[in-house]
């Protein structure tokens, strides 16, 4: 976008060797983080740099592997991912390994995903896509966790195309004072002319999860396999749940401080 000063029109600066490290956690594998990765790669002066989980590590949230060994890995035998490398691990191991010490740089900017369904209200607290975003901005990384709100990855050229043009605005506003921030946004699965636009907005809440799924293994073992996640508790205006059921593209801020400061004087009462 173009802004004017003194009758002038000013164009945004030219990004000029600017550095993303790109994980997602649906595995190094998926549809989503390699569209997004050649959608980054459009970008003028942008380097992008892939290291992403081996399989699929939904649900993991910022979990870190501490007893197992980690392997790193390169892809040479498939065109759509050479070159990308892989981790036996976490979303979060990945981000972990190549900031304290895989990479020889540090990272312009921390991108995750595209993420193959919603991670809105309290899927954040659970999401892989996020956790790995979130291990960048815990090193002092900007950081972004993108995520089409349906699975199946209908209309994923218009999400990628959308969320790179999204990256690349940040990345004009990054300087050495910026202080690191993160940022959850969930595209709906829509063709761009059909999307409403963006909107800042509040975390909704969830309904508890739907009952837990018992089977009987072949060596008659009672196997138990985590419901689906509840539907929209809270998708008022103002939340994500009710930005992206308009059409709209939801950006959430986030931090980490899960503090209840608004009772720590009733809990100062009642434990001093």
Same mark, same amino acid.
């Given at each position: 976008?173009?802004?004017?000063?003194?009758?002038?029109?000013?164009?945004?600066?030219?990004?000029?060797?600017?550095?993303?490290?790109?994980?997602? @956690?649906?595995?190094?594998?998926? #549809?989503?983080? $390699?569209? *997004?990765?050649?959608?980054?790669?459009?970008? #003028?002066?942008?380097? $992008?740099?892939?290291?992403?989980?081996?399989?699929?590590?939904? +649900?993991?949230?910022?979990?870190?592997?501490?007893?197992?060994?980690?392997?790193?890995? /390169?892809?040479?035998?498939?065109?759509?991912?050479?070159? !990308?490398?892989?981790?036996? &691990?976490?979303?979060?191991?990945?981000?972990?390994?190549?900031?304290?010490?895989?990479?020889?740089?540090?990272?312009?900017?921390?991108?995750?995903?595209?993420?193959?369904?919603?991670?809105?209200?309290?899927?954040?607290?659970?999401?892989?896509?996020?956790?790995?975003?979130?291990?960048?901005?815990? !090193?002092?990384?900007?950081?972004?966790? !993108?995520?089409?709100?349906?699975? &199946?990855?209908?209309? *994923? @050229? #218009?999400?990628?195309?959308? +969320?790179?043009?999204?990256?690349?605005?940040?990345?004009?506003?990054?300087?050495?004072?910026?202080?690191?921030?993160?940022?959850?946004?969930?595209?709906?699965?829509?063709?761009?002319?059909? *999307?409403?636009?963006? /909107?800042?907005?509040?975390? &909704?809440?969830?309904?508890?999860?739907?009952? $837990?799924?018992?089977?009987?293994?072949?060596?008659?073992?009672?196997?138990?396999?985590?419901?689906?996640? &509840?539907?929209?508790?809270?998708?008022?205006?103002?939340? @994500? !749940?009710?930005?992206?059921?308009?059409?709209? $593209?939801?950006?959430?801020?986030?931090?980490?401080?899960?503090? #209840?400061?608004?009772?720590?004087?009733?809990?100062?009462?009642?434990?001093?």
């Amino acid at each position: 976008m173009k802004s004017q000063m003194n009758g002038q029109i000013i164009a945004p600066p030219t990004i000029k060797s600017m550095k993303i490290l790109l994980c997602n @956690d649906d595995g190094y594998q998926a #549809d989503g983080i $390699v569209a *997004l990765y050649a959608a980054l790669k459009r970008l #003028d002066g942008v380097e $992008v740099e892939v290291i992403a989980p081996e399989q699929n590590n939904s +649900a993991k949230s910022n979990a870190l592997t501490l007893n197992a060994p980690l392997y790193l890995h /390169r892809s040479e035998s498939d065109s759509r991912t050479r070159g !990308f490398r892989y981790i036996n &691990g976490t979303p979060a191991d990945c981000v972990h390994i190549a900031l304290t010490g895989l990479l020889d740089y540090k990272p312009d900017m921390v991108v995750s995903g595209i993420n193959n369904g919603a991670n809105m209200g309290d899927d954040t607290l659970y999401s892989g896509t996020v956790g790995a975003a979130m291990e960048g901005y815990l !090193f002092g990384v900007p950081a972004i966790a !993108f995520s089409q709100v349906k699975k &199946g990855w209908s209309h *994923l @050229d #218009d999400a990628v195309n959308y +969320a790179a043009e999204f990256v690349a605005q940040r990345l004009h506003g990054l300087s050495p004072m910026t202080p690191p921030w993160l940022l959850n946004v969930n595209i709906p699965n829509l063709p761009t002319e059909k *999307l409403q636009g963006l /909107r800042v907005t509040r975390l &909704g809440r969830r309904h508890a999860a739907e009952p $837990v799924i018992k089977q009987q293994s072949p060596r008659g073992e009672t196997m138990y396999w985590i419901g689906a996640a &509840g539907p929209a508790k809270d998708d008022a205006a103002g939340t @994500d !749940f009710h930005a992206t059921i308009e059409g709209y $593209v939801s950006v959430t801020p986030l931090h980490i401080d899960l503090t #209840d400061a608004d009772r720590l004087s009733f809990w100062s009462d009642k434990l001093l």
